[in-house]
Nanobody, 120 residues
């Protein structure tokens, strides 16, 4: 079994910054793609940013230029540096990963989420 544990959420004022962390642990052979999603209250979950094992990144339109995703493959961990936060960034942020338990056994996992609230 694989666990994804997010941390780093909290309350921040508009214009502030936060860094989220997601660590994968358990029966891991390799981790292919790791992503951050978010779900604002009453809305659908949306992709925030993704990163491959090779370091290729992609971002949602609403966060491009303000958020930066990075990865430490040795720790199976990703980070989301969030700058210039605005109230519409308020959401539960979830980590998602495609994990190989062996060379041919891949599954998709979700973390439990961490709340980010942007408010003065």
């Amino acid at each position: 079994q694989v666990q994804l544990v997010e941390s780093g959420g909290g309350l921040v004022q508009p214009g502030g910054s936060l860094t989220l962390t997601c660590a994968a642990s358990g029966s891991i052979f390799s981790v292919r793609i790791m992503d951050w999603y978010r779900q604002p209250p009453g809305k659908q979950r949306e992709l925030v940013a993704g990163i491959t094992a090779g370091g290729q990144t992609n971002y949602g339109v609403s966060v491009n230029g303000r958020f930066t995703i990075s990865r430490d493959n040795s720790k199976n961990t990703i980070y989301l540096q969030m700058n210039n936060l605005v109230p519409v960034d308020t959401a539960a942020y979830y980590c998602n990963a495609n994990v190989y338990a062996s060379w041919h056994d891949e599954d998709n996992y979700w973390g439990q989420g961490t709340q980010v609230t942007v408010s003065s």
